[in-house]
């Protein structure tokens, strides 16, 4: 990229940093140091702005790069991630939303303890958000480095090393200073931002095709070389039953994922009142349907314009597809137009890495400091210590955030979110459902559902070709993967399910049916919920 890119993207790198650094500094100024603030920012965000926060934690770096990315390399395969996304809210709104805000306080080991065991069934659930949330902020990390090294030429590993280690201080900061509340109103400026972007790209697309979908299709299917396969199911998951059986291990991840993911649960403790939360989700399913309509749109954009060859030769996974495509758009490489477009757009792409890391960073280290600190302490930890180990929490898993992303940092932002999704629906998913609807679940089944679904993820991963095995692992030189799938939904995701289910009918505690009573009439009513 020319030096005019270079300067001009940094400006607004930088215009951003400073006005969300100017956020949190105004928010610590007014915080009073309790749990409540920290975690849930008082709760007085209304509907309106609790959704367009949800909606900014959700539209990450993998939905505004990945995404885009795999449609313009595989074009059908590639929206299965954004219809797997979108259908997803689905479940959160029926199913989660309304219960969880009346359940718990802060995290989702609250609702599970309400009715259990309270001390291993927090262990339990403090470790699977902390590993969910880790996956995920890795795939952020990914994606600001493929930014930087796509800005700088590509050249640079020294400088893509250091964006990974300059965001993961900066998502400290914003942590550790100004909580939720700060980090709330980051993700509405970032949400604002991506729709407004997103919206001029998807724009400036249909009018070079002059409205006509059909011809932008056509158009890609001749570019990316496959002809009309590339409209078809197959290109990245046809073929053997091993492909095929990764799709659907992928859909179900994706699907299912979103309803256990920590930083989406805890966003429904930052309202009033359970109604206000369905509010909420329903005001983030309209941007987040809107967003991923117009992430197809991009990726075959992308496609006809750049075409596929030219994306994979800035980037293997594809994560540089949109702002090379916001380059043409503008007028081509040189013209002011582009150099515009294309230092927005990856502006606006950093911007949603920041905000992105900054929730989930808080969510993890409110896990670490309110289920595992609280749980592992001696004495019943009082507010203030535990809103100190969560913001050193917050240190410490920024450090192993930025160590891991530089590791992973060639493989796409998606497809590492899938993996953090298919962790979610294993360990979070099946004993957050059980301890809403079923009566007879116990203490021992929430421990066994949570293990039983969180160690065998984590497992089939490192044992997959994702880790080794192929030549887009994690380590290409050597080979000791043993489950062929690349993602473990399929197999996780049931064994979830099953452990809590076989934890429950072998278990010799009997079932607390008064507390089982009070949970379901407090889920249901909003009766004595915080």
Request: charged share 10%; hydrophobic share 55%.
């Amino acid at each position: 990229m020319t030096g005019s890119h270079q300067t001009l993207a940094l400006v607004l790198f930088s215009v951003f940093v400073a006005v969300t650094l100017g956020i949190t500094t105004w928010v610590s100024r007014h915080r009073h140091g309790s749990a409540e603030e920290f975690y849930a920012g008082g709760r007085l965000f209304s509907p309106l702005e609790n959704g367009f926060a949800i909606a900014g934690d959700y539209m990450s770096a993998a939905s505004f790069l990945g995404i885009s990315g795999l449609i313009a390399l595989y074009g059908y395969d590639g929206m299965l991630y954004s219809v797997g996304f979108l259908v997803a809210w689905l479940i959160v709104l029926l199913l989660v939303a309304e219960l969880v805000r009346n359940c718990g306080r802060f995290t989702l080991a609250d609702v599970v303890a309400a009715r259990m065991a309270e001390r291993p069934v927090r262990i339990a659930a403090g470790t699977s958000s902390v590993a969910v949330s880790v996956l995920y902020l890795v795939a952020q990390m990914v994606g600001a480095g493929s930014l930087v090294a796509l800005l700088l030429g590509g050249s640079s590993e020294a400088a893509r090393s250091w964006t990974v280690i300059g965001v993961g201080a900066l998502m400290v900061i914003y942590v550790t200073l100004g909580g939720m509340r700060a980090t709330t109103w980051i993700q509405i400026v970032k949400a604002v931002l991506l729709m407004a972007g997103t919206i001029a790209l998807t724009v400036l697309v249909l009018l070079r095709f002059h409205g006509d979908v059909n011809s932008l299709l056509s158009t890609a299917a001749e570019r990316s070389g496959h002809g009309p396969g590339f409209l078809a199911p197959g290109l990245r998951y046809g073929g053997d039953w091993t492909a095929r059986l990764d799709f659907i291990s992928l859909g179900l991840a994706l699907v299912l994922g979103t309803a256990g993911l920590p930083h989406i649960l805890s966003r429904f403790y930052t309202v009033p009142t359970a109604r206000a939360a369905r509010r909420s989700v329903i005001w983030s399913i309209g941007l987040i349907g809107g967003f991923y309509l117009m992430t197809i749109v991009l990726g075959f954009g992308a496609a006809a314009l750049i075409g596929p060859d030219e994306v994979r030769a800035s980037n293997a996974s594809g994560n540089t597809a949109v702002p090379l495509l916001a380059l043409d758009l503008g007028g081509g490489e040189g013209s002011t137009g582009g150099i515009v477009l294309f230092a927005v757009v990856a502006a606006v792409a950093f911007a949603t890495i920041l905000a992105v890391v900054a929730g989930i960073t808080l969510a993890s280290s409110a896990s670490v400091a309110h289920d595992l600190y609280a749980s592992l302490s001696r004495r019943r930890a009082k507010q203030y210590s535990e809103v100190a180990v969560a913001r050193v929490a917050a240190a410490g898993i920024g450090a192993v955030a930025i160590g891991l992303g530089l590791l992973a940092r060639d493989l796409n932002v998606a497809f590492l979110v899938g993996l953090a999704f298919a962790v979610a629906a294993s360990a979070n998913l099946p004993v957050l459902l059980y301890s809403l609807f079923w009566r007879k679940f116990t203490t021992r089944g929430a421990v066994w559902s949570v293990y039983g679904g969180l160690i065998p993820a984590v497992l089939l991963v490192l044992v997959s070709p994702v880790v080794s095995g192929s030549p887009e692992s994690l380590f290409p030189g050597v080979d000791f993967h043993l489950f062929p799938l690349q993602n473990p939904g399929a197999v996780s995701i049931p064994l979830g399910f099953l452990a809590g289910w076989i934890g429950t009918v072998t278990s010799h505690e009997p079932p607390d049916e008064a507390r089982h009573a009070e949970t379901e009439v407090r889920s249901l009513t909003g009766a004595g919920a915080v």
